[in-house]
């Protein structure tokens, strides 16, 4: 393809995403522009950017959502090329395939790898041609429930039922017993139905115990595919990740090569070009099997960036101009050890809730090994209309052991008021002991986490300690609430201190 020089880029999102597309963006001599809801006029990201557009009301469904209100705002400014960011339109053929039609440069992958990696069922019909490794499941889409039966009976039990257009654990279902798959059959694709539009839905042994292991990839339009090695993302709460590093302390070289040559030839299935990551599972006995494949930039893409010094999103930028990559797979090397944290407004101790509320004090944390990509600041408004990741906390050290250390004292500095947040959670992560030995599965929530475990691992005095299980009990029953911020602020450090009042 002709090299074509990028020289002013849309970001097609908002947050923490577009602020740290604008700040590779920059530092490479490139124009940017911002687009924003009408909630989102003083938003970072907007103050951030060179230019910035409005493009619709506070709700997604008519502003950052609209295909056609980013493209036009892109050809108001001139800007010759979009990133999309994470979430929004980035998986989005349909957008991909009209930005390039407007001649517009779309930093991403094209529409016909987004389109097969985009439909699960479509993927293993792509990969399987490779001697890629598939979790033992039915060849399609499956609906009639006698049909269903007959399949759970061949592939084993226990199975799990899932959307082929899903994400998210939307449309997923765990069956344990054969009398359950009829009602969970029905379950899910009503599921599929209303979260995607589409109601095809398969079946796959479920793997137990499983470690979610993924590989980033970078592909350029001359047939370069390497990988940058893999993070590990077992901990999540409903089907999200919530703790990532990199790299995996259950890798050992020889299965991080092979990994890592299936990750490339998951890549090749489909003509990928850009960033991309490959999603895996490995089971107990260390057998890995495909998962999916994301077709844009990872939100834990930063730890990679971390360990191995590359910028994710320039090469993107790079291979949408149609450079080659800038190094070779025998180019890179792990070097030392990185964990990220996502901060949500969520209140762990009640289900992982989002909240929302204006942020009265935001203070994150500084230093050697710390970094952290936010979208949010001080005085800010955490709406109901968009996502509740107030920023990412990342931190690098020489170490698995001393990069542990630096999270638990980053997420000691970092102030937070005015919302509840996942910092907590985070602390009790990363320094519980299945965590620090490297023996935890993406089933570490249900296994380990509880309000009271919460409360009970973060430093507090015994007196505060005995008030908050007192409180957190009240709760548990719906007789009281845990605290009324006019009583309590928070901060990790020195949780739940009571606020003097002034008469």
């Given amino acids: 393809m002709k090299n074509r020089t990028i020289t002013k880029i849309l970001i097609a999102n908002r947050g923490e995403i577009a602020v740290r597309i604008i700040r590779s963006a920059n530092e ?26 409005c493009i619709g009301p506070a709700p997604s469904s008519e502003s950052y959502l609209v295909a056609e209100k980013v493209i036009n705002a892109a050809k108001s400014v001139g800007a010759n090329a979009i990133h999309p960011g994470y979430g929004f339109l980035s998986e989005n053929a349909e957008f991909a395939e009209a930005v390039e039609k407007s001649g517009i440069a779309f930093i991403g992958p094209g529409t016909a790898a987004i389109r097969t990696m985009g439909n699960k069922l479509a993927a293993k019909d792509a990969v399987k041609k490779r001697n890629i490794p598939l979790v033992p499941g039915t060849e399609g889409a499956i609906s009639d429930p006698a049909e269903a039966l007959k399949e ?139 998962l999916e494949m994301n077709t844009r930039l990872q ?17 993107q930028i790079r291979i949408a101009e149609g450079q080659t990559l800038s190094f070779a797979q025998e180019d890179l090397t792990i070097s030392g050890h990185s964990i990220e944290l996502r901060v949500y407004a969520e209140d762990a101790s009640s289900g992982f809730l989002p909240g929302t509320g204006f942020l009265k004090t935001y203070s994150p944390p500084t230093g050697a090994g710390i970094r952290v990509d936010d979208g949010v600041v001080e005085g800010g408004e955490v709406s109901i209309h968009y996502d509740p990741m107030l920023s990412k906390l990342i931190v690098h050290a020489s170490t698995r052991d001393a990069a542990i250390e630096r999270m638990i004292q980053a997420i000691d500095d970092y102030k937070i008021r005015g919302v509840k947040t996942t910092l907590d959670f985070g602390r009790f992560a990363v320094n519980h002991s299945a965590f620090r030995s490297g023996n935890f599965d993406t089933g570490f929530v249900d296994e380990h986490f509880t309000p009271e475990k919460l409360i009970r691992e973060l430093p507090v005095t015994d007196e505060v300690y005995a008030e908050l299980v007192s409180v957190l009990a009240t709760r548990i029953q719906n007789e009281n609430t845990l605290a009324s911020q006019s009583e309590f602020s928070y901060s990790p450090r020195s949780p739940w201190k009571r606020r003097e009042t002034k008469n």
């Fill in 28 to 53: 490479m001599g490139i124009s940017t522009v911002a687009v924003y809801s009408e909630a989102d006029a003083d938003a970072p990201h907007v103050l951030a950017a060179d230019e910035a557009i």
């Fill in 152 to 290: 759970a009976q061949r592939i084993g039990m226990p199975l799990i039922i899932k959307a082929s257009a899903g994400g998210g654990g939307k449309g997923m279902r765990s069956v344990f017993d054969e009398k359950d798959i009829e009602e969970e059959l029905a379950r899910a694709i009503s599921e599929a139905e209303r979260s995607f539009g589409d109601g095809a839905v398969f079946m796959e042994r479920l793997v137990i115990k499983p470690r979610h292991i993924e590989i980033q990839i970078l592909a350029d339009m001359h047939g370069n595919v390497v990988h940058l090695f893999e993070r590990e993302c077992s901990i999540q709460r409903r089907h999200q990740k919530v703790v990532e590093e990199a790299p995996s302390a259950l890798l050992d070289d020889a299965l991080r090569e092979e990994m890592g040559n299936c990750a490339i030839e998951v890549a090749k299935s489909c003509d990928y070009i850009g960033a991309g990551t490959v999603e895996f599972l490995v089971d107990a006995d260390r057998n890995f099997f495909f």
């Fill in 299 to 315: 939100v834990e893409h930063t730890v990679t960036e971390e360990i191995t010094g590359v910028d994710i999103v320039k090469e």
